[in-house]
C-alpha cells in the first residue's frame, strides 16, 4: 500500500507537468485545424447504420397522397445548437426533406425538454401530438438519463409507455440515441441506455436512429475530431449537417418511398 | 495434501448455471471445509488475475486497438468476473485458514482492516478523479457537447459530493469495482462463519439471495439518483462461490470438471456468445439473430450480473482449467511474470490502473488522440503497472524483510497486497 501511495504520487506530478505542455503545443492546433474546417465535410455513412426493418406507413401515406409531413422533433439540448438553432439537425432535415420531396409540403416543430428525463418527456408526449399533429415524431432521447444515471429499467418502462402512447395516437416514430462524447465517456456511462433503446425500439418495430454509432464511425474515419477540446461552434454546425442528412436518408428509406417519388 | 485446489474454478454449466450450482450444492453432503496448507502459490490465479487487471485498465481507456483484445468484445462476461472470482477465492483461502488457526475475532480483524485499506485506495481515487474532473470543466468548451457537460454540476455543490462520495453513494464512472469489493469484504467473516459450519449451504444461500435480488429487484442507492453499478447482492454470488471453490468445492467438482460433456457443453455456450456479440460489433449481421431469442436474452446486464454473464464466466474457467494445467511450466516463465506480478498486488496494481486510465484519458485530451497514441498510452500503461508490481514484490521480499524478522506481512500478500 505504501509503495503504491508513492508511485501514485510520482505519477501524480508527472500529471501536474502536462498542462505545461500541452499550452506548448496549443497555438499550433486551430492552424492546423482552420484548412479543414474549410472544406466541405466528408461524412460517409455505411449503409448498415442506415437501414432498419420498421417502416413508417403514416410517412409513406402523406407522401403518397402528397398530403402534408408534419414531423415533431422532441429532444434535449443534443438536439440543437445554443444561439444557432437553423444549423441544428431538426432544420437541417426540414431544409432536405423538402428538397427531397419537392411535391409534399413538409412542416416541421420542435419541443426541446432541456433537463428533463425520458419519464418527464413521455408523459407530455399526446399532449404535443394533439397540438402539433405530427405525422411522424423523431423522439431523441437518453441522454439526461445517463447522466442523472436513472434507473435502466425506469429509463425503458418510460420510453415503452411513451412510444406506445405515440402509436396509439397513430403516428410515426423514429427513436433517436445519445451522442457520442468520447470526452466525457470517463463520467457518463451511456451503455445501459444505448441497450435499453435498442430494445424498445425492436419491442414496438420503430426505427432507430442510431446517432451514438454513426457518430462513432465518423470519428474513426477521421471526417471529426470529436475528442479535442478546441473547437468553436463551427465543428458543431458541421456535425448536425452531416446528422440532418443522415437521417433525412434514414426517414425516407424507412417509409420505403420509391425513387418516383423522391426527387 | 491437498494442494491449493486442483481446480481452481467452476462447474461449466451452460445456461441456468446457478440453478444447477444449487443442485449440486444440494445433493452433496456436505464435509467439513479443508483449508489446503500454505504450500506453494496458486499462479494461475495470480495469471488471471493479473490478467483482468490489465483488461479492466485497457476497457477503461477510450476505444483503442487494445480494446480488441480483452474478453468482454468475445463474450458475455469481462474481466469484472475474473477479478471478483479470484478475490473470493484467495481472500477465503487466506483468511479462511486464519480464521482456523486464530478464530473467529482475529481473522475478522484482520479482513476489517483490509477493507479499510480498500477505503482509503477508493478515495485516494476519487481525488485524482475530481482533480482531472474539474480540470476538464473549466477548460472544455464546445457547443457540441453542452448538454453533456451538464455533468460537472456536481462541481457547484462539493460539500455535498464530497460526502457522498465518502459514504460509497457518489461513484463516478469507472469507481464501481472497490466499491462493490469493499461491500464483499465486510461480508467476508460471516461468509467463511457460515462455511466453516456447511460450505454447500452458504453456497446455496448465496444462489438463494441472487434469486431474490432478480425477483425483488433489491438494490443499493447511490447519489445524486440511480444505483450502484454493480449491485453487491448479486455480485456476491460470484465471490462466495469463489470462496467455495477455495474451501472445497474446486476439488469435490473434478470430476464434472474432467467430463468430456462439461466441456464439449462449455465450448458450445462460449461459442454461441461469441456469434451473439458479433452482431453487436456488427450490425449487418442482425439479422441473423432470431427476433425471439433477441426479446429473451436482452438486455444482458452487467448491474445484476445476469445469468448469461455468470454462465459465461463458469464456461471459459471450465476450459481454462482444462486446458491450463496447474503445474504448466509455462507459469514460471520469464514471459507471464510481469503478469503474475500485477496479480499477486492486485490492489495497488488496479487502483495503479484506474488511476492510469484517467491520466490516459488527459493525455489523450490533451494532445488530440491518434490511434498510434492511443496504443502507446495502453502500452505504457501496462508496463508502468508491471514496473510497480515488480517493485512492490522487491519491497514485501526485501525491504520489509530486512526491517522486520517476522510479521504479519505474508498472509495478506497472498490476498492482493498488503
Known amino acids: ?263 | 495434501m491437498t494442494s491449493i485446489a486442483d481446480r481452481i474454478e467452476g462447474p461449466p454449466l451452460a445456461d441456468g448455471g446457478t440453478k444447477t450450482a444449487s443442485d449440486t450444492a444440494a445433493v452433496t453432503a456436505a464435509p467439513a471445509i479443508t483449508i489446503p496448507a500454505a504450500g506453494e502459490r496458486e499462479l494461475r490465479l495470480d495469471l488471471f488475475r493479473g490478467l483482468a487487471l490489465w483488461l479492466i485498465f485497457i476497457d477503461h481507456l477510450p476505444t483503442n486497438i487494445l480494446t480488441w483484445f480483452t474478453i468482454r468484445n468475445y463474450g458475455f462476461s469481462d474481466a469484472t468476473e475474473i477479478f471478483i472470482f479470484i478475490s473470493g477465492y484467495t481472500a477465503a483461502f487466506v483468511y479462511g485458514r486464519a480464521m482456523l488457526e486464530s478464530g473467529f475475532m482475529i481473522s475478522t480483524a484482520r479482513i476489517l482492516r483490509r477493507v479499510w485499506q480498500i477505503y482509503v485506495a477508493h478515495v485516494f481515487l476519487f481525488t485524482i478523479f475530481l482533480a482531472e474532473i474539474s480540470y476538464v470543466a473549466t477548460r472544455f468548451e464546445n457547443p457540441l457537447y453542452s448538454e453533456e457537460m451538464g455533468i460537472m454540476d456536481f462541481l457547484k455543490q462539493p460539500d455535498v459530493t464530497i460526502i457522498q462520495a465518502l459514504l460509497l453513494r457518489f461513484r463516478p464512472v469507472n469507481m464501481d469495482v472497490l466499491p462493490l469489493y469493499i461491500v464483499l469484504m465486510l461480508f467476508l467473516p460471516l461468509i467463511l462463519w457460515l462455511m466453516k459450519w456447511k460450505a454447500d449451504v452458504t453456497l446455496a444461500l448465496s444462489v438463494l439471495l441472487y434469486v431474490v435480488t432478480w425477483h425483488f429487484d433489491l438494490y443499493l442507492s447511490a447519489y445524486p439518483n440511480g444505483f450502484w453499478a454493480f449491485n453487491p447482492f448479486a455480485w456476491q454470488l460470484l465471490f462466495v462461490f469463489g470462496a467455495w471453490c477455495a474451501l472445497s468445492g474446486a476439488r469435490r467438482m473434478g470430476r464434472i470438471l474432467s467430463s468430456p460433456v462439461t466441456m464439449w457443453i462449455a465450448f458450445a455456450y462460449l461459442v454461441f456468445a461469441f456469434c451473439v456479440t458479433m452482431t453487436w460489433h456488427f450490425p449487418q449481421l442482425s439479422f441473423l439473430m432470431p427476433r425471439r431469442l433477441e426479446q429473451w436474452m436482452y438486455p444482458i446486464t452487467k448491474t445484476d450480473l445476469d445469468v448469461l454473464r455468470f454462465a459465461h464466466f463458469l464456461a471459459l474457467a471450465a476450459i481454462t482449467v482444462r486446458f491450463l494445467p496447474k503445474d504448466w511450466s509455462g507459469l514460471k516463465s520469464i514471459w507471464l511474470r510481469p503478469l503474475i506480478l500485477c496479480g499477486q498486488h492486485s490492489l495497488e496494481i488496479f487502483c495503479l490502473g484506474v488511476f492510469l486510465a484517467f491520466a490516459g484519458h488527459f493525455v489523450l485530451a490533451e494532445l488530440g488522440g491518434g490511434a498510434l497514441l492511443h496504443f502507446a498510452i495502453s502500452v505504457a500503461g501496462i508496463v508502468i503497472m508491471s514496473g510497480m508490481a515488480w517493485v512492490i514484490s522487491w519491497y514485501k521480499h526485501s525491504a520489509d524483510k530486512s526491517a522486520k524478522k517476522k510479521g504479519a506481512v505474508g498472509n495478506a500478500d497472498m490476498a492482493g497486497g498488503g
Open chain 1, 1 to 263: 500500500m505504501r509503495s503504491a501511495v508513492l508511485g501514485l504520487t510520482l505519477l501524480a506530478g508527472c500529471l501536474a507537468v502536462l498542462p505545461a505542455r500541452a499550452q506548448d503545443t496549443g497555438p499550433q492546433a486551430p492552424a492546423q485545424a482552420a484548412p479543414a474546417q474549410a472544406a466541405p465535410p466528408n461524412c460517409e455513412v455505411p449503409a448498415y447504420l442506415l437501414t432498419s426493418d420498421s417502416t413508417l406507413t403514416h410517412v409513406a401515406d402523406a407522401v403518397k397522397s402528397k398530403g402534408p409531413l408534419n414531423v415533431l422533433v422532441v429532444g434535449s439540448r443534443s438536439s440543437t445548437i445554443l444561439s444557432s438553432e437553423t444549423s441544428a439537425y431538426p432544420a437541417k432535415l426540414q431544409a432536405m426533406l423538402k428538397e427531397k420531396l419537392p411535391e409534399v409540403p413538409v412542416t416541421l416543430s420542435v419541443e426541446l425538454q432541456s433537463g428533463k428525463t425520458a419519464e418527464d418527456v413521455a408523459g407530455n408526449l399526446v399532449k404535443f401530438v394533439e397540438a402539433k399533429r405530427p405525422t411522424l415524431v423523431i423522439w431523441q432521447t437518453g441522454t439526461v438519463d445517463a447522466m442523472r444515471s436513472i434507473d435502466p429499467d425506469d429509463f425503458r418502462n418510460a420510453i415503452d409507455e411513451g412510444i406506445a402512447a405515440l402509436q396509439k395516437a397513430g403516428v410515426d416514430v423514429v427513436l433517436i440515441n445519445l451522442q457520442y462524447s468520447p470526452r466525457t465517456e470517463t463520467m457518463i456511462s451511456g451503455s445501459p441506455y444505448l441497450d435499453s433503446i435498442r430494445v424498445v425500439a425492436q419491442q414496438h418495430n420503430v426505427p432507430l436512429f442510431d446517432r451514438f454509432a454513426i457518430m462513432r464511425h465518423w470519428n474513426e474515419a477521421g471526417d471529426f475530431d470529436l475528442f479535442s477540446a478546441a473547437h468553436g461552434p463551427e465543428l458543431a454546425k458541421r456535425v448536425h449537417g452531416c446528422l440532418g442528412r443522415a437521417l433525412t436518408k434514414f426517414v425516407i428509406d424507412a417509409a420505403h418511398l420509391s425513387p418516383a417519388q423522391q426527387n
